[in-house]
Protein backbone atom coordinates (compact mmCIF):
# COMPACT_ATOMS: atom_id res chain seq x y z
CA UNK A 1 0.00 0.00 0.00
CA UNK A 2 1.06 3.31 -0.70
CA UNK A 3 1.45 6.54 1.75
CA UNK A 4 -0.59 9.22 1.12
CA UNK A 5 1.02 11.95 -0.48
CA UNK A 6 1.34 15.11 2.44
CA UNK A 7 1.05 18.65 1.27
CA UNK A 8 2.19 21.36 3.38
CA UNK A 9 -0.25 23.53 5.19
CA UNK A 10 -0.29 26.57 4.81
CA UNK A 11 -2.92 27.80 7.65
CA UNK A 12 -2.37 30.87 9.90
CA UNK A 13 -3.16 30.61 13.44
CA UNK A 14 -5.88 33.63 14.01
CA UNK A 15 -5.37 34.49 17.53
CA UNK A 16 -8.97 34.68 20.17
CA UNK A 17 -10.13 38.13 19.53
CA UNK A 18 -10.52 39.91 22.90
CA UNK A 19 -13.86 40.29 24.74
CA UNK A 20 -14.67 44.32 24.48
CA UNK A 21 -17.18 44.73 27.35
CA UNK A 22 -18.81 48.01 27.54
CA UNK A 23 -21.17 49.68 30.23
CA UNK A 24 -24.91 50.30 28.43
CA UNK A 25 -24.21 54.26 28.38
CA UNK A 26 -21.17 53.64 26.55
CA UNK A 27 -22.29 51.60 23.80
CA UNK A 28 -25.43 54.03 23.83
CA UNK A 29 -22.94 56.37 22.83
CA UNK A 30 -21.12 54.48 20.82
CA UNK A 31 -24.15 54.02 18.92
CA UNK A 32 -25.29 57.65 18.61
CA UNK A 33 -21.92 58.45 17.09
CA UNK A 34 -21.94 55.86 14.28
CA UNK A 35 -25.58 57.33 13.45
CA UNK A 36 -24.60 60.58 13.31
CA UNK A 37 -21.12 59.81 10.85
CA UNK A 38 -23.71 57.57 9.17
CA UNK A 39 -26.19 60.06 8.99
CA UNK A 40 -23.62 63.15 7.78
CA UNK A 41 -21.97 61.17 5.60
CA UNK A 42 -25.54 60.39 3.69
CA UNK A 43 -26.46 64.26 3.84
CA UNK A 44 -23.17 65.12 1.82
CA UNK A 45 -23.44 62.63 -0.37
CA UNK A 46 -27.49 63.96 -1.03
CA UNK A 47 -26.06 67.00 -1.15
CA UNK A 48 -23.20 66.29 -3.90
CA UNK A 49 -25.59 64.37 -6.37
CA UNK A 50 -28.25 67.17 -5.79
CA UNK A 51 -24.98 69.92 -6.43
CA UNK A 52 -24.24 67.45 -9.49
CA UNK A 53 -27.92 67.21 -11.02
CA UNK A 54 -28.04 70.69 -10.75
CA UNK A 55 -25.47 71.32 -12.18
CA UNK A 56 -26.39 68.91 -15.18
CA UNK A 57 -29.72 71.09 -15.04
CA UNK A 58 -28.14 74.51 -15.57
CA UNK A 59 -25.53 72.92 -18.76
CA UNK A 60 -28.76 71.82 -20.37
CA UNK A 61 -31.04 75.16 -19.91
CA UNK A 62 -27.71 77.17 -21.37
CA UNK A 63 -27.31 74.70 -24.20
CA UNK A 64 -31.31 75.05 -24.60
CA UNK A 65 -31.11 79.11 -24.82
CA UNK A 66 -28.31 78.81 -26.81
CA UNK A 67 -30.07 76.77 -29.35
CA UNK A 68 -33.62 78.81 -29.00
CA UNK A 69 -31.67 82.32 -29.39
CA UNK A 70 -29.49 81.23 -32.60
CA UNK A 71 -33.34 79.62 -34.32
CA UNK A 72 -35.23 82.69 -33.08
CA UNK A 73 -32.18 84.95 -34.86
CA UNK A 74 -32.11 82.71 -38.03
CA UNK A 75 -35.54 82.85 -38.27
CA UNK A 76 -35.80 86.45 -37.99
CA UNK A 77 -33.35 86.64 -40.59
CA UNK A 78 -35.16 84.33 -42.95
CA UNK A 79 -38.32 86.39 -42.84
CA UNK A 80 -36.80 89.63 -43.34
CA UNK A 81 -34.73 87.93 -46.28
CA UNK A 82 -38.29 87.20 -47.63
CA UNK A 83 -39.63 90.42 -47.04
CA UNK A 84 -36.92 92.64 -48.31
CA UNK A 85 -38.31 92.10 -51.79
CA UNK A 86 -41.85 92.74 -50.87
CA UNK A 87 -40.73 96.25 -48.89
CA UNK A 88 -38.88 97.36 -51.60
CA UNK A 89 -41.37 96.87 -54.37
CA UNK A 90 -43.53 98.57 -52.14
CA UNK A 91 -41.86 101.40 -51.73
CA UNK A 92 -40.91 101.00 -55.47
CA UNK A 93 -44.39 101.01 -56.52
CA UNK A 94 -46.90 101.50 -54.10
CA UNK A 95 -45.89 104.22 -52.52
CA UNK A 96 -45.35 106.63 -55.44
CA UNK A 97 -48.78 105.51 -56.72
CA UNK A 98 -50.31 106.55 -53.39
CA UNK A 99 -48.11 109.37 -53.34
CA UNK A 100 -49.80 110.66 -56.94
CA UNK A 101 -53.71 109.95 -55.72
CA UNK A 102 -53.07 111.43 -52.05
CA UNK A 103 -50.56 114.75 -53.72
CA UNK A 104 -53.59 117.50 -54.22
CA UNK A 105 -55.50 116.25 -50.75
CA UNK A 106 -51.74 116.53 -49.01
CA UNK A 107 -51.74 120.20 -50.88
CA UNK A 108 -55.16 121.08 -49.41
CA UNK A 109 -53.96 120.33 -45.92
CA UNK A 110 -51.38 122.87 -46.86
CA UNK A 111 -53.25 125.35 -48.16
CA UNK A 112 -56.15 125.57 -45.57
CA UNK A 113 -53.80 127.21 -42.78
CA UNK A 114 -52.64 129.73 -46.13
CA UNK A 115 -55.84 130.95 -47.04
CA UNK A 116 -57.01 131.88 -43.24
CA UNK A 117 -54.51 134.71 -44.40
CA UNK A 118 -55.75 135.24 -47.79
CA UNK A 119 -57.18 138.88 -48.39
CA UNK A 120 -58.16 139.07 -52.26
CA UNK A 121 -54.46 137.95 -53.43
CA UNK A 122 -54.64 134.65 -55.06
CA UNK A 123 -52.61 131.22 -53.32
CA UNK A 124 -50.16 129.99 -56.39
CA UNK A 125 -49.70 126.31 -56.64
CA UNK A 126 -46.47 125.81 -58.56
CA UNK A 127 -46.40 121.69 -60.04
CA UNK A 128 -45.14 119.58 -62.49
CA UNK A 129 -46.24 119.83 -66.17
CA UNK A 130 -47.21 116.22 -65.76
CA UNK A 131 -49.38 116.49 -62.25
CA UNK A 132 -50.88 119.85 -63.21
CA UNK A 133 -53.92 118.55 -64.29
CA UNK A 134 -55.00 116.37 -61.55
CA UNK A 135 -54.15 118.55 -58.53
CA UNK A 136 -55.82 121.73 -60.81
CA UNK A 137 -58.68 119.41 -61.04
CA UNK A 138 -58.71 118.07 -57.26
CA UNK A 139 -58.10 121.54 -56.31
CA UNK A 140 -59.88 123.46 -57.62
CA UNK A 141 -63.20 121.31 -56.61
CA UNK A 142 -62.43 121.32 -53.05
CA UNK A 143 -60.50 124.76 -52.09
CA UNK A 144 -62.82 127.29 -52.52
CA UNK A 145 -60.55 130.13 -52.26
CA UNK A 146 -58.60 131.68 -55.52
CA UNK A 147 -55.60 129.36 -56.87
CA UNK A 148 -53.18 130.50 -60.03
CA UNK A 149 -51.38 127.22 -61.51
CA UNK A 150 -47.87 127.61 -62.54
CA UNK A 151 -45.95 124.66 -64.10
CA UNK A 152 -42.11 124.11 -63.26
CA UNK A 153 -40.71 121.73 -65.57
CA UNK A 154 -37.93 121.37 -61.99
CA UNK A 155 -40.23 119.06 -60.07
CA UNK A 156 -40.90 116.25 -59.79
CA UNK A 157 -44.92 114.35 -60.21
CA UNK A 158 -44.69 114.29 -56.18
CA UNK A 159 -43.25 117.83 -55.45
CA UNK A 160 -45.58 120.76 -55.00
CA UNK A 161 -44.56 124.24 -53.91
CA UNK A 162 -47.49 126.68 -52.48
CA UNK A 163 -46.98 130.33 -52.38
CA UNK A 164 -48.80 132.96 -51.06
CA UNK A 165 -46.74 136.62 -50.60
CA UNK A 166 -43.78 135.90 -49.11
CA UNK A 167 -44.74 132.46 -47.21
CA UNK A 168 -44.03 129.27 -48.83
CA UNK A 169 -44.66 125.87 -48.35
CA UNK A 170 -43.03 122.73 -49.96
CA UNK A 171 -44.96 119.51 -50.37
CA UNK A 172 -42.19 116.54 -51.42
CA UNK A 173 -43.56 113.35 -51.33
CA UNK A 174 -41.05 111.79 -53.49
CA UNK A 175 -38.43 113.10 -50.92
CA UNK A 176 -40.15 111.05 -48.01
CA UNK A 177 -40.30 108.20 -50.49
CA UNK A 178 -36.67 108.14 -51.41
CA UNK A 179 -36.06 108.84 -47.85
CA UNK A 180 -38.31 105.38 -46.77
CA UNK A 181 -36.72 103.72 -49.34
CA UNK A 182 -32.59 104.61 -48.00
CA UNK A 183 -34.00 104.09 -44.10
CA UNK A 184 -35.50 100.10 -46.03
CA UNK A 185 -31.87 99.96 -47.73
CA UNK A 186 -29.86 101.32 -44.71
CA UNK A 187 -31.69 98.31 -42.70
CA UNK A 188 -31.34 95.58 -44.55
CA UNK A 189 -27.92 96.49 -45.46
CA UNK A 190 -26.83 96.63 -41.76
CA UNK A 191 -28.82 93.12 -41.20
CA UNK A 192 -27.16 91.60 -43.82
CA UNK A 193 -23.52 92.28 -42.07
CA UNK A 194 -25.02 91.46 -38.38
CA UNK A 195 -26.18 87.84 -39.63
CA UNK A 196 -22.98 87.76 -42.29
CA UNK A 197 -20.64 88.38 -38.80
CA UNK A 198 -22.81 86.51 -36.77
Known amino acids: ???????????????????????????EEAKLTAFE??????????????????????ADLGRNLQALSFNYHEARGHLLHALEPLLRDMVAKVLPAVARETLA??????????AEK???????VMVSPESRETVETALGLRAGFPLRFCEEPSLSDGQVYLRL???????????????IASALSAFFQLENEVSQNG
Open 1 to 27: MATPFRLEAFDIDVPDLEAVQMNLADL
Open 37 to 58: KGFSAGWEDAVAAQEAEAGKLR
Open 165 to 179: GETETRVDLDGVIAA
Open 118 to 124: LTEAPVT
Open 105 to 114: AIVLEQLLPM
